[in-house]
């Protein structure tokens, strides 16, 4: 099980936290991501080839940043969603505070269960690629993937 409660959370998924004082609203932050984080994105906005603005810095040269992107508090948890289930977790759960956990297959379904019970009355949804086309569904009528 792998946890998300803050951006901090999302630097093993490619987003490097800069700064806050890039928007001149006081209200994004702004983010250096790597090509893993970069896809992220991507399948998060429905923009599979997603272009970035230039990245502020080169990275770690095994995986170099690929772009930057300014993002609000309150997108941590639509691609800290994604960032889980991008990840290999077959189910990613939130509670009522936005924290996310993520559950991974190899999870013994015991302890997914007590963990379950546990969270039970703060747990708000439960997120799955259970689409008729993974993070998509297929348009009933023309076949199309939407």
């Not at 977790?89 to 991974?104: E, K, R, T």
């Not at 747990?123 to 259970?130: E, G, I, M, S, T």
């Not at 008729?132 to 939407?146: E, P, Q």
Request: net charge negative; hydrophobic share 40%.
């Amino acid at each position: 099980m792998r946890r998300v409660t803050c951006w901090n959370d999302l630097a093993p998924f490619g987003f490097v936290c800069l700064t806050g004082e890039a928007c001149g609203l006081g209200y994004r932050i702004l983010f250096d991501v790597t090509e893993t984080g970069r896809k992220i994105l991507g399948k998060c906005f429905g923009i599979p080839d997603m272009r970035l603005a230039e990245a502020w810095n080169r990275g770690d040269p095994a995986d170099p940043d690929v772009g930057s992107i300014m993002l609000s508090r309150e997108m941590l948890v639509p691609v800290g969603i994604f960032a889980l289930l991008e990840s290999g977790c077959v189910q990613v759960w939130q509670d009522a505070n936005g924290s996310l956990l993520g559950i991974d297959r190899d999870d013994p379904p015991d302890q997914v269960a007590s963990v379950e019970k546990m969270c039970q009355p703060e747990l708000v949804r439960k997120y799955a690629y259970q689409g008729t086309a993974g993070d998509r569904n297929v348009h009933l009528m023309s076949g199309r993937t939407v």
